[in-house]
């Protein structure tokens, strides 16, 4: 998953167009406010959001004005929701932690990859990966699910190999139909 992203971002759309914004550019835009816990409102945000735009090449004004107004509606949705509430109030917090392991029987021999967000609070350690595909029904939802948690899966083994700690897995779509949902891995 994580290669297939960087690809993604790194494709050849880059040629000015007008239109709405290559979905993988908001998804990185989002993922690195979170990593450095930026949300609208806060000291730099659009900032880094204008940086995160147009080092992934949008070069258009317009298109980066859509781009940071997309990833704040993500945030500000977030935001308000209890997870982030949740995180914001963790013990310990780490964003965008690297891992590279050995994988099991059913995995590859090498595994690598990139975990959100890992928390610990008074119930103990929980990895959060979150998902901005736009979800516009159950059917949609179901089919991101079923892509997305043996990738959920696969981290939270690596958090137990490597640290020793269980975490609870948790999936955080920020646009499923216009909310914020979760789904327990």
């Known amino acids: 998953e994580d290669e297939e992203y960087a690809r993604e971002l790194s494709e050849d759309w880059r040629v000015i167009r007008a239109g709405k914004p290559p979905a993988v550019v908001v998804g990185s835009m989002v993922h690195r406010a979170i990593q450095r816990w930026h949300f609208p409102g806060d000291k730099g945000f659009e900032g880094l959001m204008q940086k995160e735009a147009l080092q992934a090449g949008l070069a258009d004004a317009k298109q980066r004005s859509r781009a940071l107004a997309e990833a704040a509606k993500l945030l500000t949705r977030f935001r308000a929701h209890t997870l982030w509430r949740e995180i914001n109030a963790a013990a310990e917090r780490y964003h965008e932690l690297p891992f590279t392991r050995l994988g099991g029987q059913d995995e590859p021999i090498v595994d690598t ?4 967000v890992l928390y610990r609070n008074t119930e103990g350690y929980t990895l959060v990966e979150f998902k901005t595909d736009e979800l516009g029904n159950a059917l949609r939802r179901q089919e991101m699910v079923s892509q997305y948690l043996p990738q959920l899966r696969r981290y939270t083994a690596a958090v137990q190999q490597l640290l020793g700690i269980k975490p609870r897995g948790v999936l ?3 646009d499923d139909r216009g909310e ?3 789904e327990l891995g």
């Open 113 to 116: 990859g990139y975990i959100d």
């Open 172 to 174: 955080c779509f920020l």
């Open 180 to 182: 914020v949902t979760i």
